[in-house]
């Protein structure tokens, strides 16, 4: 078992019924996660990050397909079973003022999931609240302190000791540093970093944001209307990206140039994603593609291997890299 991938997805799908039609916000996804590795999910907003996020975690059940964590597929475990395997699996929100309870101190919160499964007595579980706020960089007096009086940072430090206070394997972090500062992303980052080493742990770090993405990630996915269109290391994917939506979202990024010689129209993706109530024929992304042909909109592409562990579903993307 130490060999299989901690995380493997096949061909998940998750609809939702809006009045009579159906919203279809991921489809057929297949992923796999490493142990102790980060797996960076990005996108734009309505690609599916978020759902797929909780589709792993089972907040949402998938309509089909398989979840499987640590050789366990939680597809097919009922309540009980289920209750025990979320104890290795933990989410950091984005928004930690909407995720804690706001008239409980951070020491409340932080000890929360460990009286919710029955860990630990008061004691025991205080000290452990503790031990958290030291290691997240916090002050002892912050455990009493209430969630609105601390920092944007500070609050999303206590979001990363709460998700640890169960000593998970596998944490979904949903867009955690989106709302920060950017000095504040950078400390977020690292700390997060330094916790994986420490403790073993896997991530699946889904963001906006390419440079934040870069930063922390060993393999990068892209998902474009509830799908995956490429997926690779994360040196490859920003030195080479195969499909023509990785490569107008990476020459979106602003760099600032270090002589005039060297600036550039900044470019930015045409058009707005379509909605998930009515995904175009072939390939979605045809509509916004300067590649597309005929083909491009009636035939669906697979993901196709364009390199070592690189992959991209486009008629195209062996040509796109040249």
Known sequence: MADEPLLELVNVNKSFRMQHRMLHAVRD????LERGQTLGLVGESGSGKSTLG???LQLQRPDSGSVRFDGVELNRLAKAKLRQQRRRLQIIFQDPLAALHPKKTVGWNIEDPL???GIGTPRERRYRA???IERMGLQPTDAEALPFELSGGQQQRVMIARALALEPKLVVCDEPVASLD???Q??????????QVERELSYIFISHNLSAVEYVSHFVAVMYLGEIVEWAPAGAFYAK???PYTQALLQSLLHIPASKAMRHTLDTLPGEIPS???IPSGCAFHPRCPLAQDMCKTSKPVLQRVDSKHFASCHFAAATRG
Do not use: W
């Open 54 to 56: 909780r589709c792993i």
């Open 115 to 117: 009286r919710v499964h």
């Open 241 to 243: 990206p195969a499909h």
């Open 186 to 195: 950078a400390q977020i980052m690292q700390l997060l970093q330094e916790l």
């Open 29 to 32: 996804v297949n992923l796999t």
């Open 276 to 278: 998930p109530l009515d």
């Open 130 to 132: 503790d031990q958290l």
């Open 182 to 184: 950017v000095s504040v």
